[in-house]
Structures are given as structure tokens and as C-alpha cells.
């Protein structure tokens, strides 16, 4: 199944819910497949877990210790294997990106779209400006993360506009709008934030006043395009994780030529998800 078809079904699922208010509830898609919610003391980072009774009702248990934006996306997560019909396979920590299996990846992107759904998130990224005090109000109104709110937000916004997270100084994962993915605005995962970016000196402890100038090709691979690029910053100490998100001024970038996506694609196989990202684990945590 691949990423749209997930997403399709996501919002099948969602218009059989009925209007939702904001922030969404997720003991109502919970209910809506006969879940019962409980939170139990788990291991530090097992998420949650589901199983559906004899009689009928499906117990999800989420994990108490974590933050209840967590523990709500942990609910979707479960209702998602119930509604994808795709068995549970927690045994690799949610964490760890590279080494969690496609159907927990789909069931994240299921989530994703319960938690941030289509049809009111993208109103509002277009409504909103390009700053992260926007993308934290966002997170707020929808009771859902600053990582996967950016994400998202990166992802369908209409601008020219990436969302970076990066751990211990490494760019790990970069959600991208269409526009910027059809100027070939590509951020490397893995390299490090460039040295005298805002995101870099917000990772030394140096506060962000606001969005500043960024230079376009220490971002972005190969860009020799014109236009004014911008960064705004968040970092989060507890788990050295720098959020950026980036964006151009101009919008009339001139089309990149054709063989580009192909080069890229080869080169890097990135397999971007819009607001699907592992939480953190200890291992990341900075001691
Ligand atoms: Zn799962």
C-alpha cells in the first residue's frame, strides 16, 4: 500500500467519524472501531499497544509516561493497524527510523492523518505565515507535536518551504512542499547544519530572535538558483534535536531541468513521509 492510498483511507475514515472539532479526539476514532482506551505503565519506549477482545471491543494501552500529544498519536496509531489491518510488529523501537518496518510506517502515516487531518490542517497552512511561532500555534490547536506539525506544514504548504529535523547535529529527515520538490530543492540527510547557520548556533545555546537569511547553497545540494532564503529555528535541548524550517521569498524560480528528479532519486532514494518521524529515544538523548 502505498503512501496516498494510506492517506485515502485515512480521510474515508475520518468523514465516517462525522465533523470533527479541534483539537480532534482520538477516544472518537478510537470509539469509532469499538476502542477503549487505557494508559498503563510501559517500558520506557514501547508506545502502546492493542488487542481485540472477545467480546468485540478493541483495548489500545498507551503508554502513561509519555506526553499526551504522544500518547495521542499513539492512539491512531493502534487504530490504524486495526482499520489497515496490518498486525503490529513493535519489536524495533519507534525511534529508529531507518529499521522500522512498512507497516509500521504505514500505520504512522494513518496517524499522521487522524491526528492533522487534510481537510482542516491545510486551511490554516495556508492561512498562516512561514515562522515557527505559526507552526507552534498550529501544534497547539491540533494537540499534536512541533515535529510532526512542521512536518506537515512543510508538506503542504504552497510555498517554496522545507522542514529539516536534525539530531546531534545531522540533518536526519527533511519534509518538503511540492513547489520546492519540483525546483529540486533537496536538503542531504546526514549532513551536518551548516557551521554559521541560525540552526547551528541555536543548537550552541545561542536564542533565535526570529526567521533571519540563510544562505541557500549550505542548505540546499547543488542550488544555483537566485532567491532570498530564510530560517527559523527551534531546539530542543532535552533531545539535541534542531527543528528548521526554510523557506524562499521568491516564488518565481526558474523549472530545474528534467533530468534532475531522476538524479536524485537515484542518488539518495529518500523516502519522505509527511509528518510521520520517530520519537526520540534515550540512546539520543545529550547526557
Ligand atoms: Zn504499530
Known sequence: MDEL???????EFIAKCGPLPLPVSVDAYAAQIGGVVKQ?????????????????????CVNCD???RRQRFSVCHEVAHDVLGIPADHTSPSWSFSRRPSGEIACDVFAAELLLPYKLFKPQVDAADLN??????????FDASLIATGSRF???SRELCAFVLSEGGKVRYCSRSTSLRDARGYVRSGMDLPSDSASARA???IASSGPEEAEPAQWFEDWERDGALYEDVRHLDCWDQTLTLLWFEDEDLPPPPAERKRWEE???????LDGVLPWPGKSKRRR
Do not use: C
Open 66 to 68: 509519555h506526553n499526551s
Open 5 to 11: 492510498s494510506i492517506a485515502m483511507k485515512a480521510r
Open 203 to 205: 543548537r550552541a545555546g
Open 132 to 141: 515557527f511561532a505559526a507552526i507552534s500555534t498550529l501544534a497547539d490547536d
Open 40 to 60: 498503563e505503565a510501559l517500558q520506557e519506549n514501547e508506545d502502546a499497544w492493542s488487542v481485540r477482545l472477545p467480546n468485540g471491543k478493541y483495548r489500545i
Open 266 to 272: 537515484e542518488r539518495y532514494g529518500l523516502h519522505e
Open 154 to 156: 512543510a508538506t503542504f
